[in-house]
């Protein structure tokens, strides 16, 4: 058993297909704790359990979409129902649409606050009444950015300040219960949250890495691609493990102890598309 263990504990993470919650699953996985994982792409979910497995832990994996909000509640009551317990949730699911105000499409807008506020609302909801009702020691961790401390970081931006708000006042209704709540600020990380933003911004920096892929709207990156644009500038990207790391250490803390916020960034800024 390793020396900091989850055995006997149950993890939920959202946005696990790829990036940092498909590496936050695997590492709470690997220090025994059952993890249920969400995402839109079973495909990409179903390949995290053998890899668990090898690693001594537990996934489970259904692919919906996180704004159908009774599924994922549902989801929730039925990780707590099948091991008896619940001690985790890393609200991770969330996008971004990089359009200036000026030209951005209302329906995109109406999507990254679905995913990123309330979807995170009614997760986090759940596991509160699950956690209190059990009498579950446990950590609700939300993947905010470091965008929500920005002044030109869009409506995104606004997205994520309000997670942190949240966070924050989520943290002082806690108070009295045995559940700490973790909010975490990366800043430039390799994941397919650039899925939205222009190709040619990506391209380009796919080209000075010497990265040989021509991204297209929407596409995926594979998890090797990952690895080879973090090997290339470390220092300008972090990997979605340096995130993981983050999520283990505050949910590993004795339960008295509240790790509130972490801002988890390259060691340089990286200019992204203006928003």
């Known amino acids: 058993m390793p020396e900091t263990s989850l055995k006997g504990k149950t993890a939920l993470v959202t946005g696990a297909s790829s990036g940092i919650g498909?590496?936050?699953?695997?590492?709470?996985?690997?220090?025994?704790?059952?993890?249920?994982?969400?995402?839109?792409?079973?495909?990409?979910?179903?390949?995290?359990?053998?890899?668990?497995?090898?690693?001594?832990?537990?996934?489970?994996?259904?692919?919906?979409?996180?704004?159908?909000?009774?599924?994922?509640?549902?989801?929730?009551?039925?990780?707590?129902?099948?091991?008896?317990?619940?001690n985790i949730l890393v609200n991770n699911a969330g996008l971004s649409h990089p359009d200036s105000i000026a030209k951005g499409d209302p329906e995109k807008w109406r999507e990254m606050m679905e995913v990123n506020i309330l979807s995170l609302l009614a997760g986090s909801q759940c596991a509160i009444h699950i956690m209190r009702k059990g009498g579950f020691e446990g950590h609700i961790v939300h993947i905010s950015s470091v965008a929500a401390r920005s002044d030109a970081s869009g409506v995104y931006g606004g997205t994520k300040a309000m997670v942190s708000a949240l966070a924050t006042t989520m943290r002082k209704e806690l108070e009295d219960d045995n559940i700490r709540v973790v909010n975490i600020c990366p800043g430039a990380v390799i994941t397919n949250f650039a899925r939205n933003f222009p190709p040619d911004y990506i391209n380009a920096v796919l080209q000075s890495l010497g990265i040989d892929l021509t991204f297209e709207p929407g596409m995926t990156l594979p998890p090797e691609i990952h690895d080879k644009v973090n090997e290339a500038a470390p220092a300008l990207l972090l990997h979605a493990d340096d995130i993981a790391k983050a999520v283990v250490y505050a949910v590993t803390q004795p339960i008295n102890v509240d790790i509130f916020e972490m801002t988890v960034r390259p060691a340089k800024s990286l200019q992204l598309p203006d928003s």
Do not use: C, M, S
Request: net charge negative.
């Open 22 to 86: 498909r590496a936050t699953a695997l590492k709470l996985a690997a220090l025994g704790a059952h993890v249920f994982v969400t995402g839109r792409r079973q495909e990409a979910l179903d390949e995290l359990a053998p890899i668990a497995e090898r690693a001594g832990g537990k996934i489970t994996a259904e692919a919906f979409d996180i704004r159908d909000y009774d599924k994922f509640q549902g989801f929730i009551e039925r990780a707590a129902e099948e091991t008896g317990t619940f």
